[in-house]
T-cell receptor, first 112, second 113 residues
Framework: EAGVTQSPTHLIKTRGQQATLRCSPI?????VYWYQQALGLGLQFLLW???????NRGNFPPRFSGRQFPNYSSELNVNALELEDSALYLC???????????FGDGTRLSIL | QQQVKQSPQSLIVQKGGISIINCAYE??????FPWYQQFPGKGPALLIA?????SEKKEGRFTISFNKSAKQFSLHIMDSQPGDSATYFC????????????FGAGTQVVVTP
């Protein structure tokens, strides 16, 4: 069974640009979660999507947004990129609410 | 503020020894406590998880101990192997904030041959 897949593996952007990160959940999983892993800040919850709807949001500004598609894949959009957005962005999926979350290997976003 | 406090920050243990990582929390609404293992360049992998109605759970060489009254839980890695060298994260989640795992800061474990 394929795990959670994320693309691209690495993404280099400059300040002010926009970034789009993609995630395909494990087959059969309907919930998708996004986390930011920044140096010194640990793993921070960003967003949770289930059945195409945003269900919960962490303490991040509105320029962090996303969506979930009918096939349950998801994308995370970050607008007006700032240097502090440099981090590993991790996607996780679960079979449904309250089930264990399984992570992909992340997208490394570097802001120059 | 960090809702889950994890210690130690790093740990060196000899092959065959026991690695112990501790986590403490304040929010009594937490009712799901997973542990994740992360290797460099990889995402966190779910190791083992526990709910508050159980005081201990064992899977292979990994054991979670849970003390509800003290609001603490710990991971014990028995017979530590060099392949266990990784960063370990504890986490917690509440039923009224589904999806939002709150992570500890992580413990880097190094197992020497």
């Amino acid at each position: 069974e394929a795990g959670v897949t994320q693309s691209p593996t690495h993404l280099i952007k400059t300040r002010g640009q926009q970034a789009t990160l993609r995630c395909s959940p494990i087959s059969g999983h309907t919930s998708v979660y996004w986390y930011q892993q920044a140096l010194g800040l640990g793993l921070q919850f960003l967003l949770w999507y289930d059945e195409g709807e945003e269900r919960n949001r962490g303490n991040f500004p509105p320029r962090f947004s996303g969506r979930q598609f009918p096939n349950y894949s998801s994308e995370l959009n970050v607008n007006a990129l700032e240097l502090e957005d440099s981090a590993l962005y991790l996607c996780a999926s679960s079979a449904w609410t309250a089930q264990p979350q399984h992570f992909g290997d992340g997208t490394r976003l570097s802001i120059l | 503020q960090q809702q889950v406090k994890q210690s130690p920050q790093s740990l060196i243990v000899q092959k065959g020894g026991i690695s112990i990582i501790n986590c403490a929390y304040e929010n009594t609404a937490f009712d799901y406590f997973p542990w994740y293992q992360q290797f460099p360049g990889k995402g966190p992998a779910l190791l083992i998880a526990i709910r508050p109605d159980v005081s201990e759970k064992k899977e292979g060489r990994f054991t979670i101990s849970f003390n509800k009254s003290a609001k603490q839980f710990s991971l014990h890695i028995m017979d530590s192997q060099p392949g266990d060298s990784a960063t370990y994260f504890c986490a917690a989640m509440t039923t009224d904030s589904w999806g939002k795992l709150q992570f500890g800061a992580g413990t880097q474990v190094v197992v020497t041959p």
